[in-house]
């Protein structure tokens, strides 16, 4: 029990966010760095439910005035795909940032796309929509939230030993006095 104990103490204590005004500057030093990676991965995380609305967003503007036409890819890529499509008045488009949702296409592959008509720079593949982004924004949190433990965990390692050379420079002190006073 005095193990758990002492193991408790040391590594599963919990980062204070605002200072006491008794801490040292390595501890305000460290408690910043805690801080800053906590921010960090917020930071990552907010951007991956971002990047999930505003596919959800781009979707939602391309049902409210869909429109279907058959495309050719020109250049295709895991993230961009280049494609050019006619449009029932005969206006040939090449969306300037390709079309949302490229994954498994080729260059010269006939597929059809629905487009916001209202602007039809706005282009997706048929039959998918933001439900595929989930996958890739959740995968981007998960990666942020493991390296910031990991980097939390060394920043309590370096802790650890700074507070250990403190408590050894404090007792040699202390050693040494009583010494000098004998």
Request: contains cysteine; aromatic residues 6%.
């Amino acid at each position: 029990m005095r193990l758990f104990t002492t193991l408790k103490d040391r590594w599963l204590r919990v980062p204070r966010m605002f200072g006491d005004g008794t801490e040292t500057r390595s501890q305000r030093v460290i408690r910043r760095v805690r801080v800053g990676i906590i921010l960090g991965a917020c930071l990552v995380t907010f951007q991956s439910v971002l990047l999930v609305l505003g596919a959800w967003e781009n979707d939602r503007r391309i049902e409210a005035d869909m429109g279907v036409a058959a495309a050719e890819v020109l250049d295709a890529g895991p993230r961009r795909s280049t494609i050019e499509f006619v449009t029932p008045d005969r206006v040939t488009y090449r969306p300037e940032l390709g079309v949302l949702y490229p994954s498994e296409l080729d260059t010269g592959m006939r597929i059809y796309v629905e487009y916001d008509r209202s602007d039809p720079d706005l282009v997706r593949v048929q039959h998918r929509n933001a439900a595929l982004a989930i996958i890739p924004a959740g995968s981007i949190a998960v990666l942020g939230w493991l390296i910031a433990g990991s980097a939390l965990l060394v920043v309590a390692v370096i802790a650890r030993r700074i507070e250990d050379e403190a408590g050894a420079d404090q007792e040699d002190a202390i050693n040494a006095s009583s010494q000098s006073a004998s």
